[in-house]
C-alpha cells in the first residue's frame, strides 16, 4: 500500500538556524512527492514537488527538498529557519499506478517551531 | 484571483443531525478533492471528481456520507445521522492539472456534540 511518514511530531529550532523536516515514503514505482504547509487558521499551501530530474527541489519561501530514492526519504529543508516558518507541515506522495493516479496520501504533519 | 471557498466555516451540530458542507472551487480547475483532517492526523482523502467522469468514492468512510458537484462547479459533502467521530475540518482543494499542483479551501471545522 502506498504510504508516507513523517516520524516527528514537532520540530524546534531556533531562528537563524537550518532545518530539516522528514518524510518517508512507501509507493510501487516512481513517486510524485509534494511538500505543502498549513499556517495557522488557514489552508495548506502548496511549497513544492519532485515529478523527475534533479533530486534537488527548489520551491516556495527558501524551502527545497531533495528526493532520495534509495532511502525512499524526500526531506524538506531551509538554510536559514524564519520565525514566520512557524506552521504545519505535511507531506505528500501522487500514487504513480495508473488506476489510482488521482490519490493522494499525506504524511500525518509536522509542527515546525521556530524561536526567535 | 479568487481561490478556493469553503462554507460555512465552522459547523456545529449535535449528534444524529444531516449536514452539508459546500466547496467552491476556482474556474477551470475541473479536478476537486474532499479530504478530512482530524486532530493529530494527516489528511485523509474521501472523494475525488473529475470532469463528468463517475467520481472516485473510495475514501468515503460509511455510507453516511456522500458528495456531489453540480455542472462541474460546486461540490457538497453531505454527512447524514452525525457521529461524534465525525468531528474533523473537512477540505476542499482543486488541482491544477497543467502543474500537478492542489489549492485548498480553508476548511470547515465540523463539531458534533
Known amino acids: 500500500a502506498q504510504s508516507v511518514a513523517q516520524p516527528e511530531d514537532q520540530v524546534n529550532v531556533a531562528e537563524g538556524n537550518p532545518l530539516t523536516v522528514k518524510c518517508t515514503y512507501s509507493?510501487?514505482?516512481?513517486?510524485?512527492l509534494f511538500w505543502y504547509v498549513q499556517y495557522p487558521n488557514r489552508g495548506l499551501q502548496f511549497l513544492l514537488k519532485?515529478?523527475?530530474?534533479?533530486?534537488l527541489v527548489k520551491g516556495s519561501y527558501g524551502f527545497e527538498a531533495e528526493f532520495n530514492k534509495s532511502q525512499t526519504s524526500f526531506h524538506l529543508k531551509k538554510p536559514s529557519a524564519l520565525v514566520s516558518d512557524s506552521a504545519l507541515y505535511f507531506c505528500?506522495?501522487?500514487?504513480?499506478?495508473?488506476?489510482?493516479?488521482?490519490?493522494?496520501?499525506f504524511g500525518s504533519g509536522t509542527k515546525l517551531n521556530v524561536k526567535p | 484571483g479568487a481561490g478556493v471557498s469553503q462554507s460555512p466555516s465552522n459547523k456545529v451540530t449535535e449528534k444524529g443531525k444531516d449536514v452539508e458542507l459546500r466547496c467552491d472551487p476556482i474556474s477551470g480547475h475541473t479536478a476537486l478533492y474532499w479530504y478530512r483532517q482530524s486532530l493529530g492526523q494527516g489528511l485523509e482523502f474521501l472523494i475525488y471528481f473529475q470532469g463528468n467522469s463517475a467520481p472516485d468514492k473510495s475514501g468515503l468512510p460509511s455510507d453516511r456520507f456522500s458528495a456531489e458537484r453540480t455542472g462541474g462547479s460546486v461540490s457538497t459533502l453531505t454527512i447524514q445521522r452525525t457521529q461524534q467521530e465525525d468531528s474533523a475540518v473537512y477540505l476542499c482543494?482543486?488541482?491544477?492539472?497543467?502543474?500537478?499542483?492542489?489549492?485548498f479551501g480553508p476548511g470547515t471545522r465540523l463539531t458534533v456534540l
Open positions: 505528500a506522495v501522487r500514487d504513480p499506478a495508473l488506476y489510482n493516479f488521482n490519490k493522494f496520501y
Open positions: 482543494a482543486n488541482r491544477d492539472a497543467l502543474t500537478d499542483t492542489q489549492y
Open positions: 519532485y515529478i523527475t530530474g534533479d533530486n
Open positions: 509507493v510501487s514505482g516512481n513517486p510524485y
